[in-house]
C-alpha cells in the first residue's frame, strides 16, 4: 500500500513538472509575441505619424537639407488643431553604416516663432532648411526622439535621399 501511494506521488509529481515546463515554456512564447507586437505597434504608429504629417496636414513643399554623408534632415509647415506649426524631421545614420541611428521630429508652433529667444532659434533653423544648409539642431525642449523605434536604411546620392522604413520607401529630392 505505501509503495502504491509513493509511486502515485511520484508519478503525480513528474507530470507537475512536465505541466510547469509546458507552461513556463507557453508563457515565454507568450511573451515574446507581445514584445514583438509592441515593437511593430509602435513603428506603425511612428509610420502613421510621418505619413500624416507629409501627406495629409501638410501645407507646403518639403524642403530638405543635408550634411552630405549621414545626415539629413526635411522641413515643412504644417496646420494641426487650428495652428500653423513647422516641423522637421531630423535622419542621422549609423557610423559607416546605412541604417538609421537617430530619428527626431521637431516642432515649432506660432509661439516658439514669436518668442524673444526661441523666436530667433526657430526662425533660423526654418531659414536653414529652406535653403537647403544642415545645421545641428542644439535646442532639445522642440525635439521628440523616435530613434528606437525607427528601424530603417538611409541614404545620399547626390541630391537624392532615399528612406527604407520597413517596406516603406521614401524619396526626397
Same mark, same amino acid.
Given at each position: ?7 502515485? *506521488?511520484?508519478i503525480?509529481? *513528474?507530470?507537475?513538472?512536465f505541466? *510547469? ?5 507557453c %508563457?515565454?512564447d =507568450?511573451?515574446? =509575441? ?8 509602435e513603428?506603425n504608429q ?11 496636414r501638410?501645407? %507646403? &513643399?518639403i ?5 552630405? &554623408?549621414d ?10 488643431e487650428?495652428?500653423?506649426? !513647422?516641423?522637421? !524631421? ?10 538609421i541611428?537617430?530619428?527626431?521630429? $521637431? ?13 530667433? #532659434?526657430?526662425?533660423?533653423m526654418?531659414s ?5 544648409i #544642415? $545645421? ?5 525642449? #522642440?525635439?521628440?526622439? !523616435? $530613434?528606437?523605434?525607427? &528601424?530603417?536604411? =538611409? ?6 535621399i532615399?528612406?527604407? =522604413?520597413?517596406?516603406?520607401?521614401y *524619396?526626397?529630392?
Amino acid at each position: 500500500m505505501l509503495v502504491e501511494c509513493l509511486i502515485s *506521488v511520484s508519478i503525480m509529481m *513528474v507530470t507537475l513538472c512536465f505541466l *510547469v515546463g509546458f507552461l513556463n515554456d507557453c %508563457s515565454a512564447d =507568450l511573451y515574446d =509575441l507581445i514584445f514583438e507586437l509592441e515593437e511593430r505597434t509602435e513603428f506603425n504608429q511612428l509610420r502613421m505619424l510621418f505619413e500624416n504629417d507629409l501627406f495629409i496636414r501638410r501645407q %507646403s &513643399k518639403i524642403n530638405t537639407a543635408t550634411n552630405g &554623408k549621414d545626415r539629413f534632415c526635411i522641413g515643412f509647415w504644417e496646420h494641426t488643431e487650428g495652428d500653423l506649426k !513647422y516641423l522637421i !524631421y531630423d535622419f542621422h545614420s549609423q557610423n559607416n553604416s546605412t541604417e538609421i541611428g537617430r530619428f527626431t521630429r $521637431s516642432c515649432f508652433n506660432q509661439e516658439d516663432l514669436t518668442g524673444s529667444v526661441s523666436g530667433e #532659434y526657430c526662425r533660423m533653423m526654418i531659414s536653414n532648411i529652406s535653403n537647403g544648409i #544642415y $545645421s545641428t539642431q542644439n535646442q532639445v525642449k #522642440y525635439q521628440k526622439d !523616435y $530613434s528606437e523605434h525607427c &528601424k530603417g536604411h =538611409l541614404s545620399i546620392d547626390g541630391n537624392l535621399i532615399r528612406i527604407n =522604413l520597413g517596406d516603406y520607401r521614401y *524619396v526626397f529630392n
